[in-house]
């Protein structure tokens, strides 16, 4: 006989420890593949910008690249709004393997694509349609994941099974910063621009069936049935009624994302450009680099989101993001007065392990705060319009601002921002000054 356990507390469906397990191992390896598909495209962005985007001007090229990658973050409230509405009506489970399919769909249109010079404009357009699909896709992922774990996680774990939502983040930065310092070592520049970089798309492509098969064999989370068995026949709440009764929560879970995004894409997917074009340090530092934050980050982040169950979130929040803020200035300065593959590698893996402080309990915290019934997509529509205007944005920004001002450093002040911009938002929604904002009592359905 397995053993049963009770994740929600009483009344809930007791479920077997395997099926816990393969809830948390379907998390990490599915969200984890998306996350693949979606973060190598910003490893191969100056390599992209030659394919689809020539110009005589390489900078203009890039501009146009990031802002294709940009566009993926755009999208992405409205395909967590689409894809949240749908797991909290038909159940995390069904969401999730539509999600995966999505995504290997798009990624293999991005591995597909003919060149400019082969198709012209169209090539392009085709770029920018799968960069919306992948956006949709991702917008939904990190809610309905985020869901599905805190909803499948025991009282006084919630934070350490969310934890799990990152490790797959780590996991995929794993996966494609592995596979860019593999084939920028192992092939030559004309190989990579005539194949190479179509390599890793097509194998997140190929990945795909494998998410789905693993997330199809997963139960719906006990938390969903619940209030599935519980709930009347009501009408749906407007979107009026959605910000009147959550607003004060939205505005909470996007001060908490702000700081982690701005630091995970300023450092993992703006980094490699950054030390390329302004270091001058080979593509393939940045990449082993990122390699080893995300092999750290696996086991990291489960740290971060069990010290927050231990004690208290938004007790640990305030102090970890003010001393990333003092931080952040030393540690650019620290490479840019004397770059080195050695310097980059130690500034990488002591960002590595802030991030890991900050984001750990990420999905606890944000799940956490809003009701079953409609979990999904307050989470979706605060984590996405967050790191949309503090991550997506991020290389585009970062590198335009370098470009007209000259200033190395503006990577170091954009984070600093992000650290008072979170802080406020947090502080004066009043949601974070208690560990737990939702009583762990309260009653599933609100």
């Known amino acids: 006989m397995h053993e049963t356990l009770n994740p929600a507390g009483a009344g809930t469906p007791a479920l077997s420890a395997r099926m816990v397990r393969r809830a948390i191992v379907s998390s990490v390896i599915g969200s984890g593949l998306e996350w693949f598909d979606f973060l190598v495209y910003g490893y191969f962005s100056k390599i992209i910008a030659q394919v689809f985007f020539p110009t005589d001007k390489p900078f203009i090229a890039l501009v146009l690249t990031l802002s294709a990658f940009a566009i993926g973050f755009v999208v992405r409230p409205i395909g967590g709004i689409l894809f949240g509405i749908y797991a909290d009506h038909t159940g995390r489970r069904r969401a999730l393997s539509l999600l995966i ?12 694509t003919p060149s400019y010079a082969a198709i012209g404009v169209a090539a392009p357009m085709l770029v920018v ?6 956006g949709l896709s991702v917008g939904g992922q990190f809610a309905t994941a985020s869901a599905m774990l805190v909803e499948y996680a ?9 934890s799990f939502n990152m490790s797959s983040q780590a996991f995929a930065l794993l996966l494609s910063s592995g596979t860019g310092w593999l084939l920028t070592t ?11 970089w179509r390599v890793p798309f097509l194998i997140g492509a190929l990945a795909g069936p494998v998410g789905f098969y693993i997330r199809h064999r997963v139960d719906e989370s006990p938390e969903f049935m619940q209030l599935r068995e519980q709930r009347k026949p009501r009408a749906r709440q407007t979107v009026k009624e959605f910000f ?6 939205v505005v909470c879970s996007m001060g908490v994302i702000i700081v982690g995004a701005a630091t995970n894409y300023v450092w993992h997917s703006y980094l490699p450009i950054y030390a390329e074009r302004q270091l001058h340090l080979p593509l393939s530092v940045a990449l082993a680099g990122a390699f080893v934050s995300g092999l ?6 489960p740290l971060g989101g069990w010290l ?19 931080v952040a200035y030393p ?3 620290f490479v840019i007065s004397s770059p080195s593959p050695a310097h980059l590698f130690m500034a990488q893996m002591v960002s590595t392990v802030f991030l890991a402080a900050m984001s750990g309990a990420h999905p606890g915290m944000l799940a956490t705060l809003f009701p079953v019934r409609n979990r999904s997509v307050g989470v979706a529509l605060s984590y996405n319009t967050a790191v949309i205007l503090f991550g997506g944005l991020a290389p585009l920004t970062n590198s335009t601002l370098v470009h007209w001002t000259g200033n190395a450093y503006v990577p170091a002040f954009y984070l600093i921002f992000a650290g008072f911009v979170s802080l406020a938002m947090v502080f004066f929604s009043k949601a974070g000054r208690d560990p737990y904002p939702v009583p762990r009592a309260a009653a599933i359905v609100r």
Do not use: E
Request: aromatic share 14%; hydrophobic share 45%; net charge positive.
């Open 244 to 249: 009147r009764d959550n607003t004060a929560l």
């Open 308 to 326: 927050c169950d231990r004690y208290g979130a938004y007790r640990l929040f305030y102090p970890i993001t003010i001393l990333w803020m003092l």
């Open 186 to 196: 192992h092939l030559s520049h004309d190989q990579l621009v005539s194949w190479g």
């Open 154 to 162: 025991p009282p006084g774990k919630k934070m350490f099974y969310g």
């Open 331 to 333: 540690l650019f300065d």
């Open 101 to 112: 399919i999505t995504m290997a769909a798009s990624t293999l249109l991005m591995g597909l």
């Open 129 to 134: 349609l799968s960069r919306v699909l992948q």
């Open 296 to 301: 750290l980050n696996l086991g990291l982040f």
